[in-house]
């Protein structure tokens, strides 16, 4: 049974920042590509950012250039996201995915290229 937990979230001032992790049992974790999407309230779920399964390709949404770190440990099955710069928009709950495939596709930022979830972490940007 395959299981993706998510942690890390929580409350920071806009300018701060947070390492969320996420770690997928039950599957060959280094087969797969995985990605970061979240979802605000009243708003539809977006894909924040993909790696490849051997880590060495990053996809991010423009929105989150700059500031966010995808990254993954595939000795650990353990998938990171560093945000830092936070800012209010950037409040949501995010959520870690395993790719269908090894690779991030064409189609990465959609949920529909999505295998499975996890229940998602609450991130929370104060002004």
């Known amino acids: 049974q395959v299981q993706v937990v998510e942690s890390g979230g929580g409350l920071v001032q806009a300018g701060g920042s947070l390492r969320l992790s996420c770690t997928a049992s039950?599957?060959?974790?280094?087969?797969?590509?995985m990605g970061w999407f979240r979802q605000a309230p009243g708003k539809e779920r977006e894909g924040v950012s993909c790696?490849?399964?051997?880590?060495?390709?990053?996809y991010y949404t423009d929105s989150v250039m700059g500031r966010f770190t995808i990254s993954r440990d595939n000795a650990k099955n353990t998938l990171y996201l560093q945000m830092d710069n936070l800012k209010p928009e950037d409040t949501a709950m995010y959520y870690c995915?395993?790719?269908?495939?090894?690779?991030?596709?064409?189609?990465?930022?959609?949920?529909?290229?999505?295998?499975?979830w996890g229940r998602g972490t609450q991130v929370t940007v104060s002004s």
């Open positions: 995915a395993v790719e269908l495939y090894g690779y991030c596709s064409g189609s990465w930022t959609s949920p529909h290229a999505v295998g499975y």
């Open positions: 039950g599957l060959t974790f280094d087969n797969y590509a």
């Open positions: 790696i490849h399964w051997s880590g060495d390709i990053t």
